[in-house]
Each structure stands twice: as C-alpha cells, then as structure tokens.
C-alpha cells in the first residue's frame, strides 16, 4: 500500500461525507483510507457505512472506533493501524482539491526512489488552498531553520514516510502544536529530507481548534516551547530580529485578510519562483 490517507473524527456531521469522497474520487487507487472515530454519538459514520455499503471503493475505508484523549491521540491510534509507507492526515472538512493529487505524488515518490533517497527519511509537501480567504497559499519551496520558525507547510499538505510517524508519535503534551514539533523533529533530529510539490494537496477548511481566540496564548506558548527545543539562543534571536525587521505582524494581517490576502500571496508565489 502506497498511501495512508488518515482521518480523525468525532461527531464529524456532513464534513466526513466530502473529506472521504475526495479520497475514493482519485485516479491512484493505491490507497486506503484510516478513519479513526472517537466514539461518535452522532451516527454519522454509521450513516456513511450504510450508505456506501455497496460500493467497491467503500472497503477501502477502514473504521476503528477508540477512545483516545484528542487529536493528537487520535492521530498516533490511527499511525497504529496504517500500512500505508506514505501517511497523509487530512481533518474533517478538509479535502484533496484535484482527482491527480495522490498520482502526482506517486510520480514524485518513483523519482526519489529512482535517485536513491532513503524513504524512510523523507516528507513530501505541497501548497494549500485556504477555505477562509479561498487563495492558494504557497509552500517554500527550500525548507530552513526560519522557515521552520516562522512558517512551516499545512499539516495537511504534508506526506509523511510511516517510519517517521512511528519513530516519533505527536507528543501530547502538546495540545495545539503536536504536530509542529513532529516537523521540527523530522527536520533537525532525523535529517529527513524536504522536497516541495509545486502543486496544492490539501483545501484546509481553516478555523479549527489552534485557531480559535481562547488558543491563541496557549500557541505562542507551545511554539516558544518547541523552538527552543530544536534551535539555539543564537538561531532564536536572529529568526526573532529577522520577524520583526520584515514586519511580520503586517504581512500576517494581509495574508489573513480577504481584501489583501489574493494579491499578498499571488506575490508570495512570485517570489519563491524566481
């Protein structure tokens, strides 16, 4: 099996119904997808199952029920019981924009075998299409310590090889940036290579739980956390100086905005292609 594409859910409503179909609608049939509900009262995963019951593709959704303690629990349960050598986590609501996302990465994947990359040690990653401002947001396409500071690739946009995953489950002491540190630590502590897709993976619906006001501390805390886990003082005061000389509290607010938030990253997109 190719791919791993990884859905956690609890009481999902109508979100799980376009997450999973644009999983069974793509071209590359080697994948399976690992829905992994925490215990739903809602019956929309029982809804889903009754409903497709009759379709081929259907078997290629395989429910396990569990308690976990959230996400990121959820998301290590899941890692469990994955074959695929390639996992993609991708939430409800979120979906794969185009039919040839997992035969594009499939391509890109025979190309570093081909060149003798170690595939236990890699993580491709893509744009991503955001469903706040419905702009496409470009990936960098060199990942660096101030890329990693500042801003790294979409969750959702991300494969992962599965031995990464299992050597280094999200850590659940953290409740909002699990997953930056698993990044951080693919990057620094297990010298995976990066390689950009110059194509977007993921339409990330946005306004989920690291994004809501009562979070927003809570994430500057994690963030100063686990930097300081992977990067120097020295590294640190320097990515902090380059922030506030590029005035990132300015292009954050025109990245977030509807009215600026097109041209800034129509821009952005520029200027990593030159």
Same mark, same amino acid.
């Given at each position: ?16 119904? #376009? ?5 069974? @609608?793509? @071209? ?8 992994? $509900?925490?215990? @739903? ?22 429910? =396990? ?16 019981? *994955?074959?695929?050598?390639? /996992? ?5 609501? $979120?979906? /794969? ?22 595939? !236990?040690?890699?993580?491709? =990653?893509? !744009?991503? %299409? ?7 947001? #470009?990936?960098? +396409? ?5 890329? %990693?500071?500042?801003?790294? +690739? %979409?969750?959702?946009?991300?494969? =992962?090889? #599965? ?15 699990? $997953?930056? !540190? ?17 194509? +977007?993976? #993921? ?15 809570? $994430? ?9 886990? =992977? ?17 990132? +509290?300015?292009?954050?607010?025109? *990245? ?19």
């Amino acid at each position: 099996m190719k791919f791993s594409v990884i859905t956690v859910c609890l009481n999902p409503g109508e979100k799980l119904n #376009a997450t999973l179909e644009s999983v069974l @609608s793509q @071209s590359c049939p080697d994948v399976e997808i690992v829905l992994k $509900d925490g215990c @739903s009262t809602d019956g929309s995963v029982e809804n889903w199952q009754r409903e497709n019951a009759s379709r081929p593709e259907a078997e290629r959704v395989k429910v =396990y029920t569990e308690k976990d303690s959230g996400i990121y629990d959820a998301m290590n349960q899941a890692v469990a019981h *994955a074959e695929g050598e390639f /996992l993609l986590f991708l939430n409800c609501g $979120d979906v /794969l924009p185009e039919d040839e996302v997992l035969e594009r990465t499939r391509q890109v994947l025979e190309q570093e075998k081909k060149a003798g990359t170690d595939m !236990d040690r890699l993580v491709l =990653y893509g !744009d991503t %299409c955001s469903g706040k401002n419905h702009v496409t947001i #470009a990936s960098a +396409p060199v990942i660096s310590g101030f890329t %990693c500071y500042r801003n790294i +690739p %979409c969750h959702q946009s991300c494969f =992962y090889s #599965a031995a990464l995953c299992r050597e280094k489950p999200y850590d659940l002491q953290y409740k909002i940036r699990a $997953d930056y !540190d698993h990044f951080l630590w693919c990057f620094y502590k297990a010298g995976a290579k990066m390689r950009h897709m110059d194509f +977007p993976v #993921a339409f990330y619906e946005g306004r989920g739980f690291s994004e809501s006001p009562e979070n927003q501390k809570r $994430d500057k805390q994690e963030h100063r956390r686990i930097t300081s886990n =992977y990067m120097s003082r020295r590294e640190l005061f320097k990515y902090r100086g380059a922030m506030i000389v590029t005035l990132a +509290p300015l292009r954050r607010a025109m *990245a977030e905005s509807k009215l600026f938030s097109g041209v800034y990253h129509w821009v952005k997109k520029r200027i990593y292609s030159a």
